[in-house]
């Protein structure tokens, strides 16, 4: 019987003392490459923003638990720099001009893998300019296990197919985090993430859609747990 494994790679904005958003470089360890292992998870910078993924989860008290267990030790990494630090997990942020300007040019590179939308077949989502734009945002990913055996090849067809119908499904069920419902949420989607957006993964399928608002409360880390399984259920009988 297939174990059903659920992960995230949630991404959210360091706030200083005085109430500005800033960079995450110099502050956080870890990069796309090489992202800086915790118990229960690793922190990277990813851009403007800190990015942080879980060891995925068999259960709901489980992916709650590593969520909460990389949460603290995330605090503890951005007070050790100062201790009025903080990260806000919205999915949306305008840096002001002169944070922007002192902030590292690689932190302003937009790069990442492609990922897809449910039109078409193989349908590649456009890629994102804003490097000279001081608007960045954040989402919270979710990832399914589903595979017995790792995959070589993801794009294989009949898997990418799978993921496709997967991430329909998602798009269709109006969930709370996959279905922009928030003023900020809106806003994100309209720059990135859009509805149905997934990537396919050797051992499942990446969901990123959903926005980052789930992360920072305990009913909702457990929605989002709960929908994901109910709706992969119904629509897999898995």
Not at 215 to 235: A, C, G, H, M, P
Request: hydrophobic letters at 35%.
């Amino acid at each position: 019987m297939t174990n059903i494994l659920i992960g995230c790679d949630p991404e959210g904005f360091i706030v200083d003392g005085q109430g500005n958003f800033i960079s995450a470089y110099g502050i956080i360890p870890g990069d796309k490459l090489t992202p800086s292992k915790l118990e229960k998870g690793a922190v990277q910078v990813d851009g403007m923003a800190i990015e942080f993924n879980i060891d995925a989860a068999a259960s709901e008290d489980e992916f709650n638990g590593n969520v909460v267990t990389v949460l603290h030790q995330l605090d503890e990494l951005v007070k050790k720099i100062d201790k009025d630090f903080s990260i806000n997990w919205t999915p949306v942020v305008h840096f002001k001009q002169t944070i922007w300007e002192m902030s590292p040019e690689q932190c302003k590179i937009l790069g990442c893998d492609p990922d897809f939308n449910i039109k078409g077949e193989m349908n590649e989502n456009p890629t994102l300019r804003l490097e000279n734009n001081p608007i960045r945002t954040a989402a919270g990913h979710i990832h399914i296990g589903f595979l017995d055996e790792l995959l070589h090849d993801p794009m294989e067809k009949t898997h990418f197919d799978t993921c496709k119908y997967i991430a329909e499904g998602f798009f269709g069920a109006n969930l709370p985090f996959y279905v922009p419902r928030t003023t900020p949420e809106v806003e994100r989607m309209s720059y990135y993430g859009s509805m149905g957006a997934f990537r396919p993964k050797k051992y499942g399928v990446e969901l990123r859609s959903p926005s980052n608002l789930w992360v920072s409360e305990e009913k909702n880390r457990r929605q989002i747990y709960r929908d994901t399984r109910n709706q992969f259920n119904e629509l897999t009988g898995l």
